[in-house]
């Protein structure tokens, strides 16, 4: 090659992904990062939001690998293009409703797509074999460079040694003895690695960023589904998935409730879009009404609901504001809910 090699590096924000792109880094080639935007992965978003959780980072992670890497990060909305891989996984969900192993696929398929475009010569990922128990097997890796598209193109820096010699190892743009041969689930050959790199900061590993490997996310997207004409969802949907506590009083609806100010303060964008109820007598949650047709009635449950998890949960009654917009709304008075909460009612 008469020019310098260009490596395009999938930039999850972890530590694998930095790492892979630091070790094509050290051997002269060139690189930037990509990483791709699906609305499951908004690292710091509930971080930002939440008190309790104020003294993590607040920060997009894929971002700060990118700069303490010096390179140019390239972020790319695949919000519409990955519903079809979160609905309709050709190769399953995981333990949860995680389709990892066709994101992977999804996600190199992309990025050489973005190659071809930019005059790119390979792409590098962070994954490490034995890892992950769907998509980084040795068994499902070369499903990953088959199905993608990518093929040889496909570099994975921490594995290398355990692999077939990809495209760039072949031409001598990477020297592969200087690849890496981790494999398993132990992150300690990484830490000694990032040690030796100096590089001493980085994203917790554990669990990764996407919020459809949580138990809890994933029962809420469930019932999301359940309850509408078709499996489906907006952007909306999956950012109101991830904050305030959820209730499902009756199968037509359901209550979205702030747990603190940071929660409360998020939901207010939400008034124009739902009907709200906000306790006006005493402090307490901002909630949410998601469903079509309720009744006063419903209101009325709702409302209840509210002043339950209200500073006036012991009081004869507590005053509540009911709006249908952010401007307009009215005050109704009512006993706070004294029953226990039906474990079923609990999202």
């Known amino acids: 090659m008469d020019r310098q090699p260009r490596a395009v590096a999938l930039i999850s924000g972890g530590l694998d992904s930095m790492l892979a792109a630091k070790a094509v880094m050290e051997q002269g080639v060139h690189v930037e990062g990509i990483n791709f935007f699906t609305g499951f992965c908004v690292e710091g978003h509930t971080h930002a ?186 952007l909306d949907d999956i950012m109101l998935l991830k904050i305030g506590r959820h209730l499902r009083p009756r199968a037509h609806f359901k209550m979205i409730l702030s747990r603190e100010e940071g929660e409360t303060n998020f939901l207010e964008g939400y008034k124009n879009e739902f009907i709200w109820i906000k306790t006006a007598s005493c402090s307490g949650p901002l909630t949410l009404l998601d469903g079509d047709d309720l009744t006063e009635d419903d209101i009325q449950l709702a409302a209840q609901l509210a002043a339950r998890y209200s500073k006036g949960k012991d009081a004869p009654t507590v005053v509540c504001k009911v709006g249908h917009s952010r401007d307009e709304f009215r005050e109704i008075s009512v006993q706070p809910f004294r029953e226990s909460i039906p474990s079923e009612w609990l999202l």
């Open 49 to 234: 939001i939440r008190k309790q959780e104020r003294d993590k980072p607040k920060r997009n992670n894929s971002l700060w690998v990118a700069e303490q890497l010096g390179i140019k990060l390239h972020i790319i909305d695949i919000v519409e293009e990955y519903k079809e891989v979160v609905l309709n996984p050709k190769h399953g969900y995981g333990s949860n409703l995680n389709p990892c192993l066709d994101c992977k696929i999804f996600m190199v398929k992309k990025a050489k797509e973005w190659l071809l475009q930019h005059g790119f010569d390979f792409i590098v990922t962070g994954e490490v074999v034995g890892q992950r128990p769907m998509s980084q097997r040795a068994f499902t890796m070369p499903i990953v460079a088959a199905e993608s598209g990518a093929e040889d193109l496909l570099l994975r820096p921490l594995s290398a040694q355990n692999l077939p010699a990809s495209r760039a190892e072949r031409e001598g743009w990477v020297k592969r003895e200087q690849l890496f041969k981790f494999s398993g689930r132990s992150r300690k050959p990484q830490i000694a690695l990032a040690n030796q790199w100096g590089i001493h900061e980085f994203a917790q590993p554990a669990g990764g960023c996407c919020f459809l490997t949580d138990a809890n996310y994933s029962d809420k997207l469930r019932d999301l589904w359940a309850h509408r004409p078709s499996r489906n969802y907006e």
